[in-house]
């Protein structure tokens, strides 16, 4: 099953196109409606969808703020809209197909053909790629001995004096005979960022970002992070802010 997300303001002609993915393909399974660019990006990280529908115009809002604030190399982009000057800027952001509204069932079809054939291709070229699949792992001396947790499954990694804490997406804590720098080299070219003295993120599993001097983050897995001050500026360049 492929994970869907719709994202779209207008409650009528959400419903109308989650009516549409539901009775036309058998294989796409539907993980939410985002109504604004906060709730997309949180669903996007928290869902993990292989597609997305994008609508331009959400409210005060665009669409193309929610491909700014993830990774759009992780899912396939079908944009929806009423406007078709957006076409240029569709193709630009790499969205696999442009649908105007109202929705044309034929180029419903096509869209959704084209987004298929690009997972398809994506799948493949990751199967090429098992082969390196000690690269998406982790390995974390204990006082037991050692163990490994898949990156993808990191939430966040906490100092503990000279030590680390693994906190993972099931509320499991690991702790490390290692210091958090050490991590940080090791995890940085994976997204992860260091957002405080004693703490490490992974960017994939940041849900909300909280403002203000006292700012914080709301991870996936419910968990909160502080936000140091000399940190805040390069959270929010990599979070496109």
């Known amino acids: ?19 549409y993915l539901t009775n036309l393909f058998t294989d796409l399974h539907l993980v939410g409606i985002a109504s604004n660019v906060d709730d997309a990006v949180e669903k996007i990280y928290q869902e993990k969808p292989s597609l997305v529908f994008l609508d331009i115009n ?13 990774n759009t190399d992780e899912f396939e982009i079908i944009v929806t809209t009423a406007y078709s000057e957006y076409s240029l800027q569709a193709i630009k952001a790499s969205a696999v197909d442009y649908i ?29 790629q ?12 204990t006082l037991d001995g050692l163990i490994f947790i898949m990156i993808d499954d990191i939430v966040c990694v906490k100092a503990d004096t000279n030590y680390s804490e693994f906190h993972t997406v099931d509320g499991k804590k690991v702790v490390s005979s ?12 994976k997204l992860f960022v260091r957002v405080h003295k004693s703490s490490l993120v992974n960017l994939r599993h940041v849900a909300k970002y909280h403002r203000g001097r006292g700012a914080y983050l709301t991870m996936s897995n419910g968990m909160t ?12 360049n990599h979070l496109k802010l």
């Open 225 to 236: 992070v502080k936000v140091g001050e000399s940190k805040k500026d390069e959270l929010l």
């Open 130 to 141: 098992q082969g390196n699949a000690l690269d998406d792992r982790v390995f974390i001396p």
């Open 100 to 128: 105007l509204k109202p929705y044309d069932i034929e180029e419903l079809k096509n869209a959704v053909r084209k987004a298929k054939a690009q997972l398809e291709l994506k799948g493949k070229k990751s199967n090429q």
């Open 58 to 70: 959400l409210q005060e809002e665009s669409g193309f703020d929610v491909l700014r604030r993830t």
């Open 1 to 19: 099953m492929i994970k869907t997300l719709i994202v779209e303001d207008n409650s009528k002609s959400a419903q109308l196109l989650s009516g």
């Open 178 to 189: 290692k210091g958090l720098s050490t991590y940080e080299e090791l995890l940085k070219p």
